[in-house]
């Protein structure tokens, strides 16, 4: 009986299997195979310069990668970036989502207007950028000087620690909006009865934002948590346009490492080793975020 | 009903997920693929002809190479898809089309890649293919650059270099008949510009962390008199001479005479202040004396003159080699014909209109010294001076990598994160060390 109702069910739902097969196999082509193929070419030597060590390399790569100064450069680099993107953007995104929640006139326009940035291309903002951060013709030293506050134009991509801030800032004002809006769809679901009984009770605005509003909102932070990490960690085109990872590899993230490594060393064996080390981080950090998640 | 919908719905699944992928458009200013289509079929072997070449090339040069594959179609009836690409993307696209196995006959070199696609196998010799009466045709140093000892992977077919070129209404309103020959008159020169008012800076350098700079630095290395590699294959490039070389550019930068924010600037960016008249001097490619000029481009347009680089002390001129070449790759099946295709590109009717149509410095000799063009260009005579002074980069095989260590260490000591001995010291240190 159970294994006709079995057949029964495993019937209808083939055609669902039949339907998502081709889409499957779009996936497998184009996530699954480079995944495990550059998992395999990470225990071999592939350097295409120096061919006579070609082979099996075990786990020498991944040791020489752990050991090596540049790839824990990258590693503070990246970090760096992804704890500023992700203070700056959380407390900005929390601060705007409030205020688009509360009712006032035009906010449905204002709701809209604030997705325009989203909807820049990652290329396009960062040249966007480029100009404006222009030492000599940059939008940005002309205001400044105009307002009288610096004397002489600042060279913001000139130096490794303004450039970080710099290439954070570019980063915020295209990904703010994505924040924002999760932010906001989370606030709607906060009950409006616990608000009411707070204000009642004499709660102020932030009593009522740290006891009512935030806890309930921990399962739609840390998801945002969760996307926000993975997607910093992966930043690579902004850095590319702005600064090339200089100066003095102030800004040379992990991603823009490994490119460079792979394709500008021509060292593929290395190369797959530090995507495989990247993908072991993003994975762990995703794995303590989802126990966080799960506790919560 | 709801089933047909639903195969619908992932059949169009299905094309978008596929459609996510590589569309074909590369680089930050890629283009598509062009194809070459003009004249009738000429005569030739039908049989052993490929049924077309595939090559790669800058957006820079694309008009100068179709132009050459329309001369090779209508002499061979092969035709030649043209990948172009940013400058910046060729050498990835190269490498992943030739080791990933897409079909690639015709490279482009740039004149620090020899080293490397030797290395790898990319690119094969090009000795068998050509008599050394063809190859005495061309400027010598570029023929060197292209090659790794006695092979020589590339054929040149343009020259380049890095010229000075300079504002010569802001010279002569300061009192200068004649550009500086030296950078400390340079820098004399333009601190007198500034305090008369004439300009903002005297100059605006290439500083950014990139290859750019390795060139000016090239450049200043042996204008102060030093090297790269002495004849022992020892680098020693942390010697006075380099060391008063990067110093030149520091203490320009600090002192102002050159453009503080030159630290973010690329080769193209320290453009942007001499268009504009802020700067007098600016060191850049052959392009530039175009482009300058051009006052759809530049508010300094009519008053660009162009200079020899300037060199230090003894040493008169001192400048860095560019342009380019193109190479067969080892997996090319047909090597004879893009040979023919080589050969086009140096002949010297297309060679006359590498620089009438496209503006490109060529690589035959006896173009540069025809009379005929020399008199449309008096310019060229001054710039083809230049050749007699000019220094390649090192040849490595890892040369990417170590440039790519080059520059981080200079770029530390621009920022004023160690000194210049310091900096030069390192990146000796670990040049002898893995790049020997």
């Known amino acids: ?296 | 009903m709801k089933r047909k919908l639903a195969l619908l719905m992932a059949l169009a699944l299905t094309v978008s997920l596929a459609a996510c992928g590589n569309s074909g458009k590369e680089g930050k200013a890629g283009k598509e693929t062009t194809d070459s289509k003009a004249g009738t079929e000429a005569e030739g072997k039908a049989e052993d002809k490929p049924e077309k070449l595939v090559m790669v090339t800058t957006t820079d040069h694309e008009d100068l190479y179709s132009y050459v594959a329309d001369e090779f179609y209508e002499k061979y009836g092969i035709d030649v898809d043209i990948i172009s690409l940013a400058y910046a993307d060729v050498h990835d696209k190269e490498v992943t089309m030739a080791l990933g196995g897409s079909q690639l006959d015709i490279l482009t070199v740039d004149t620090v890649w020899p080293g490397e696609f030797a290395k790898s196998g990319i690119a094969r010799p090009l000795n068998e293919y050509f008599t050394e009466e063809e190859i005495a045709q061309l400027y010598p140093a570029f023929v060197d650059e292209m090659s790794v000892g006695d092979d020589i992977y590339a054929i040149p077919t343009m020259t380049e270099g890095k010229w000075l070129f300079y504002n010569k209404e802001m010279l002569e309103e300061a009192g200068y008949s004649a550009p500086p020959s030296t950078y400390d008159e340079m820098l004399e020169m333009s601190r007198n510009m500034m305090d008369k008012g004439i300009c903002k800076h005297g100059t605006a350098w290439a500083a950014s962390q990139a290859e750019g700079f390795v060139c000016d630095f090239n450049a200043a290395l042996y204008a102060y008199g030093g090297e790269w590699i002495n004849e022992n294959g020892d680098f020693v490039f942390n010697s006075k001479a380099g060391v008063d070389a990067l110093n030149m550019f520091i203490n320009s930068m600090k002192d102002n005479t050159a453009d503080p924010a030159s630290v973010s600037y690329s080769d193209r960016d320290n453009l942007d202040p001499f268009m504009a008249g802020d700067t007098a001097f600016v060191t850049c490619w052959s392009y530039a004396y175009d482009f300058t000029n051009d006052p759809a481009n530049s508010s300094v347009a009519g008053k660009v003159e162009v200079a020899i680089a300037p060199g230090q002390g003894e040493v008169e001129y001192s400048a860095t080699t560019g342009g380019g070449g193109l190479g067969i790759t080892s997996s090319c099946k047909y090597p004879e014909w893009a040979v023919e295709f080589i050969k086009i590109a140096i002949s010297y009717e297309v060679q006359k209109d590498v620089l009438d149509k496209f503006g490109n410095m060529p690589i035959l000799k006896r173009v540069l010294e025809d009379p005929e063009i020399l008199k449309d260009n008096p310019e060229f005579e001054i710039m083809a001076k230049q050749f007699d002074y000019a220094h390649g980069r090192p040849t490595i095989a890892d040369y990417s990598s170590w440039s790519k260590m080059l520059q981080l260490n200079l770029s530390k000591a621009l920022a004023g994160e160690v000194t210049a001995q310091e900096a030069l010291d390192e990146a000796v240190r670990i040049s002898n060390q893995e790049y020997k």
């Open chain 1, 1 to 296: 009986m159970k294994r006709m109702v079995d057949n029964k069910k495993f019937n209808r739902q083939m055609p669902a299997y039949k339907l998502i097969c081709p889409a499957m196999l779009v996936i497998f082509a184009l996530n699954i195979y480079p995944l495990l193929n550059t998992f395999v070419i990470s225990f071999q030597w592939k350097n295409m310069l120096d061919a006579s060590k070609n082979g099996f390399a075990g786990l020498e790569q991944y040791i020489s990668v752990l050991t090596n100064s540049e790839f824990w450069n990258s590693v503070k680099v990246t970090g760096q970036f992804v704890i500023m993107s992700l203070t700056i953007q959380s407390f900005f995104g929390m601060l705007i989502a409030l205020l688009l929640n509360q009712n006032f006139k035009g906010r449905r326009f204002v709701r809209g207007a604030i997705l325009a940035p989203w909807a820049v291309p990652t290329l396009v903002n960062a040249v966007l950028w480029g100009w404006m951060l222009n030492a000599n013709y940059g939008l940005i030293n002309r205001l400044l000087m105009q307002w009288g506050r610096i004397s002489e134009p600042v060279a913001w991509l000139g130096d490794a620690k303004i450039a970080m801030i710099m290439i954070v800032l570019a980063d915020t004002w295209r990904m703010l909006p994505l924040t924002v809006l999760m932010f906001l769809s989370g606030l709607q679901s906060v009950s409006a009865v616990s608000l009411e009984a707070g204000k009642i009770d004499g709660a102020n605005v932030f009593q009522r934002f740290f006891h009512i509003i935030l806890p309930q909102m921990k399962p739609i932070i840390l998801v945002v948590l969760i996307m926000r990490t993975t997607q910093t960690m992966k930043v690579f085109d902004i850095v590319y346009m702005l600064t090339n990872g200089g100066p003095a590899n102030g800004t040379m993230v992990i991603s823009f490492y490994t490119y460079y490594t792979t394709f500008k060393s021509l060292n593929f064996g290395l190369g797959a080793t530090l995507s495989i080390v990247i993908a072991g981080i993003i994975f762990l950090i995703t794995l303590l975020y989802l126990r966080i998640l799960k506790e919560a």
